[in-house]
């Protein structure tokens, strides 16, 4: 059960480490232990959902490594083997974990790339395997760049700023090249578990990265669905807009069949940020597609499995596990969907659409069409009416039966294609076909020149809108939405 006090396992131990943690001074002299003492207090406050004060312990951390040189080679040279790897590993780590609190948090980062004379990690007696690690550095090192050059302040030509997303995406898709596209044939040396869970996260991180990238794009396409500049009768589905935010749904969707994966095999962790913020990222991305979908024509429609309930109930069992931050997160989703539905009904009583009032009530995709995104079609589980706030009586009623556990199986091979795919969307070309895209397929048509003017000025407005970070974004589309008389 939810503990009412929000407290995660270990809070009365954690806050007594803090009333006799060394001052900085001693952390210093303490070398190596001191980084890699206030790094791990950095990861319980990040999992506590202590954001900025993770942020300021792992900058910390990150300052105290600097300090002693760990973030050059030449410096490690008077250590024996096995501490140089371990330094280097220390490093690498703590700089990861840096540039995603940064990100989370929205602050900058506390050492550039250039000034980094480390090579990355390699394969080492005693030590795990290096490949991993290294493509979880590459990831928070794509993360840092999209934060400074996509959402950085500083003012960029529009020539600079598309060259910046087409090294970015192509950074991504380099990346991906490193990931096992199956899930339980990975890493085999590191144990089956160890390695599934292992290659799950980088596919979450990775997924979380292409959100991050393309997310403007569709909290703009909302923003015009909600102000009416946009309707059924359009292609939208056939313009470059709708074309990547179809991306961001699918990217979504392949981030939520990784967490069922996890979830299935009992390896989601209850207390894990990651663990939570893919939910919750993807849970965000389902309830933006019902927007989307209002304004594409049933053939259009997007029916996603996994879907939004899916997502729900990963959030749901996560609560019931114990993990109050969670429940909030839930809640706000909920609150969320509740005001989108009831901004749809509310259209449709206006224009007497041709959909059903029963449809919007039960349907949360809006899945009038017959565009499914990808394997099976499924439908909303009974107990999970969304928006009405009330919770599942047991555990029971989010467990998997017989029959989802055959499709987790299924699904237990994650889409290496989509980076095949997304890398040719900032190529200058025109796109003369217009065509829609295919159930589970992704952007393949470059975009325009005037499609690029239109996306710089998306992340260079300075207005925030529905296209700031995650919390700014969604406060304003559900303020929208109530002050929309829902």
Request: glycine share 6%; with cysteine; charged share 20%.
């Amino acid at each position: 059960e939810i503990d009412p006090s929000g407290e995660i396992p270990g809070t009365e131990l954690f806050e007594f480490i803090l009333g006799n943690f060394p001052s900085l001074g001693e952390l210093y002299s303490l070398g190596r232990l001191g980084v890699e003492v206030t790094a791990l207090v950095a990861v319980y406050m990040q999992n506590s959902n202590r954001r900025e004060e993770a942020y300021i312990y792992i900058s910390t951390a990150l300052r105290l490594a600097i300090s002693h040189g760990f973030h050059r080679e030449s410096r490690l040279e008077k250590f024996a083997q096995s501490e140089r790897v371990r330094l280097n590993r220390l490093w690498w780590t703590v700089y990861m974990q840096e540039r995603r609190l940064a990100a989370a948090t929205g602050n900058p980062s506390g050492i550039n790339d250039e000034a980094i004379e480390l090579p990355l990690p390699t394969n080492a007696p005693g030590f795990g395997p290096a490949a991993p690690l290294c493509t979880n550095i590459k990831i928070g090192r794509v993360v840092g760049r999209i934060i400074s050059d996509l959402y950085g302040k500083e003012a960029e030509t529009e020539q600079t700023f598309v060259s910046n997303v087409q090294d970015i995406v192509q950074t991504l898709y380099d990346i991906s090249q490193d990931i096992p596209s199956e899930l339980d044939t990975s890493m085999r040396n590191f144990g089956s578990d160890l390695s599934l869970r292992t290659t799950a996260m980088l596919h979450l991180m990775l997924y979380q990265a292409t959100l991050l990238t393309i997310r403007p794009i569709m909290l703009h396409v909302t923003q015009l669905i909600l102000e009416g500049n946009i309707s059924s009768s359009e292609d939208l589905s056939r313009t470059p807009l709708g074309k990547l935010t179809e991306t961001c749904i699918e990217a979504a969707r392949r981030m939520l069949k990784a967490i069922i994966v996890l979830k299935s095999k009992n390896m989601l962790v209850v207390f894990g940020f990651f663990d939570l913020e893919s939910a919750v990222s993807a849970a965000i991305v389902m309830v933006l597609m019902t927007l989307y979908n209002s304004a594409c024509p049933d053939q259009d429609r997007l029916h996603p499995t996994p879907g939004l309930n899916d997502a729900l109930e990963v959030l749901q069992f996560l609560a019931d596990k114990g993990n109050i931050f969670a429940f909030q997160r839930l809640q706000e989703a909920r609150r969320l969907w509740e005001l989108t539905r009831a901004f749809l009904q509310k259209g449709h009583a206006e224009t007497n659409s041709h959909n059903s009032a029963s449809e919007l009530d039960h349907m949360p995709g809006f899945a009038t069409g017959n565009r499914t995104n990808n394997y099976e079609n499924s439908s909303c589980p009974p107990q999970w009416e969304i928006g009405s706030f009330q919770q599942p009586s047991t555990e029971e009623n989010i467990t998997d039966n017989a029959a989802n556990d055959a499709n987790v199986i299924n699904m237990a091979t994650l889409d290496n294609n989509l980076w095949d795919e997304i890398s040719n969307i900032w190529t200058l070309r025109p796109d003369p076909e217009g065509i829609a895209l295919a159930p589970g397929e992704l952007v393949t048509n470059p975009l325009t020149e005037d499609a690029y003017r239109q996306y710089y000025a998306l992340y260079n407005n300075g207005q925030g809108s529905f296209v700031g970070d995650d919390m700014e974004g969604l406060t304003d589309l559900g303020r929208y939405l109530f002050n929309s008389g829902t």
